[in-house]
């Protein structure tokens, strides 16, 4: 069952070879079962998994259909969820329980598909590996010492798994297409505007947008038909109306022209990753697409103007944490600024002061010119080569990461290391365009993708092509060795907590607390509320 497209789960639904509780009881017992080795879930929400599936059998068993009526799935908890915690990764939302739901989970909650609950993530998105979330790192299912990306790694980590067949994300820099990159499986990050931001804990204004994250193209298409849409509560929501992203999966590749640019093939490129590429490449041309060279010429600004604009939107939306309203507030403040200043401190972890450090600074009155200023002036740059390039070509097309995922704990002391990740990611983000990573094989064992760029709302075509990739490859059909690769026999060497620690009673009322998950410098240290 695990192995269905959401179409087959749709079929099995509607001609009741199975009822959407028992689908959702299947996923609730390997997650119980095998998130111990992964970590990828914050929090289960059981009884509101079956409540809600239940509900769909109701309207199944009516004569009602839907492409995901009746479908679990898994909501990056960076989506607020009436009455079920919305951490964001983070200590300063560890006691946040949500009087509303995101858009997005009102949308998908209305196509009748059921939450399982709300995946693990680095804190306030921040990160691409997973490893600053407050609940310890996510593991990537294909290696337990490797991290699954970031930063919605718990998302990708959960469908790579099999811990449920869909799963939503966001992506500010690549945080959906290098997670779904480094666990095998297919993201896409739609056009800045096409996906309600409502209710999404905000990092960066400008550049967050939410996405699909599955096993295939096509799985994909039905899960942004669900999402996708104008949102009259998002001033950023855009009014284009919606297409139907399944209707067009199997439209010939002939003709199509995808620029390869030089600029994402140069020294930084790991050898091994670029022939995986570039027999995804070859196989696209095999299908009739027209490769053609093209050039970005400031793709090397796209990590600096990332790291100015991010961080600057970062510092003014995370002033709303202060202790007062919602979130972490320390013990026993001496007066309001003590309140403030400790509240932040406490409940902030390192990556996300960091980026309020940098933020504060580079919208500070006599560096605004210099740092903000300059580096939306470089966005415009970065986005006219895109626009260029768009005259000649139809769609882009290169890496989404510079290589296999990394070993934890590689990179954590070292923030530079971290944002070079990003380095084939970001600019899609600051020129507002529809990014995609389908998986493209395996280096040593572990997967990397191909990513695929587009014209503003053209996620149409990005889904067909990465659909008529998947209809000639089995890249995407590959399943991480569950136990393999670890030490002892199928026993696996990870931090989190064993199936058998996880007392059913401690598990079943959805949400874990911090302490109890796996260790990191400074998850469970003193101040704890
Ligand atoms: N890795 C990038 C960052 O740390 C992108 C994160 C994201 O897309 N949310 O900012």
Redesign the pocket.
């Known amino acids: 069952m695990h192995e269905l497209s959401v179409a087959q789960l749709s079929l099995g639904l509607r001609e009741k070879q199975f009822s959407s509780v028992e689908l959702t009881r299947s996923y609730l017992d390997r997650i119980r079962a095998l998130d111990g080795h992964y970590n990828s879930f914050v929090t289960v929400d059981e009884n509101g998994a079956l409540a809600a599936a239940a509900a769909a059998d109701t309207r199944l068993a009516a004569g009602e259909t839907g492409p995901l009526l009746g479908i679990p799935l898994a909501h990056k908890d960076i989506f607020c969820s009436r009455g079920v915690r919305t951490s964001c990764g983070s200590k300063m939302l560890d006691n946040f329980v949500p009087p509303y739901d995101a858009t997005v989970a009102t949308r998908l909650r209305d196509a009748g598909t059921v939450m399982l609950g709300k995946t693990n993530m680095?804190e306030f998105?921040?990160?691409?590996s997973s490893e600053s979330s407050f609940y310890g790192p996510v593991r990537n299912p294909w290696h337990s010492d490797c991290v699954p990306g970031?930063?919605s790694g718990g998302s990708a980590a959960a469908v790579a798994a099999r811990l449920a067949p869909l799963a939503t994300g966001?992506?500010?820099?690549?945080?959906i297409r290098?997670p779904a990159a480094f666990c095998g499986i297919t993201g896409l990050k739609p056009t800045y505007g096409r996906v309600s931001r409502l209710g999404m804990v905000a990092?960066a204004s400008s550049l967050?947008q939410g996405g699909p994250m599955a096993r295939s193209a096509e799985d994909c298409a039905l899960l942004l038909n669900a999402m996708a849409g104008f949102d009259p509560l998002d001033s950023t929501s855009s009014e284009l109306p919606v297409e139907d992203y399944s209707v067009g999966l199997q439209q010939p590749l002939a003709g199509l022209r995808i620029g390869l640019p030089r600029e994402y093939f140069g020294a930084g490129l790991d050898a091994a990753t670029g022939e995986r590429i570039h027999a995804a490449l070859a196989l696209l041309e095999q299908l009739g697409a027209i490769l053609v060279d093209i050039s970005l010429p400031h793709t090397g600004l796209s990590i600096p103007t990332?790291y100015i604009i991010?961080p600057a939107e970062a510092s003014t939306n995370l002033s709303r944490f202060d202790g007062v309203r919602y979130g972490y507030r320390c013990q026993q403040p001496r007066d309001l600024h003590d309140l403030y200043t400790r509240s932040r401190q406490e409940g902030f972890g390192d990556e996300v002061k960091r980026r309020i450090l940098v933020g504060t600074y580079a919208l500070s009155a006599g560096y605004y010119d210099a740092y903000y200023r300059k580096a939306q002036q470089v966005r415009r740059l970065i986005q006219e080569d895109f626009l260029k390039a768009f005259e000649q070509v139809d769609m882009i097309a290169g890496p989404t990461t510079p290589g296999p995922a990394f070993t934890l704990g590689a990179k954590g002391s070292d923030p530079l290391a971290?944002?070079l990740?990003?380095v084939y990611t970001?600019a899609v983000?600051l020129a507002g365009l529809p990014g995609m990573s389908v998986p493209a094989g395996l280096v040593d064992g572990m997967p990397v993708g191909l990513q695929l760029i587009g014209q503003h709302f053209r996620e149409a075509r990005l889904l067909n092509v990465g659909h008529q990739l998947q209809q000639a490859s089995d890249w995407h059909r590959q399943v991480p060795p569950v136990g393999a690769r670890s030490a002892g026999e199928g026993v696996w060497s990870s931090p989190g907590l064993s199936p058998a620690e996880r007392a059913p009673t401690e598990w079943a009322p959805t949400e874990r607390a911090p302490a109890e998950r796996a260790p990191t410098e400074r998850a469970p240290t003193g101040g704890a509320p």
């Open positions: 680095d998105a921040m990160g691409s970031g930063s966001t992506d500010t820099g690549g945080s290098q990092f967050d990332y991010a971290m944002y990740e990003d970001l983000n």
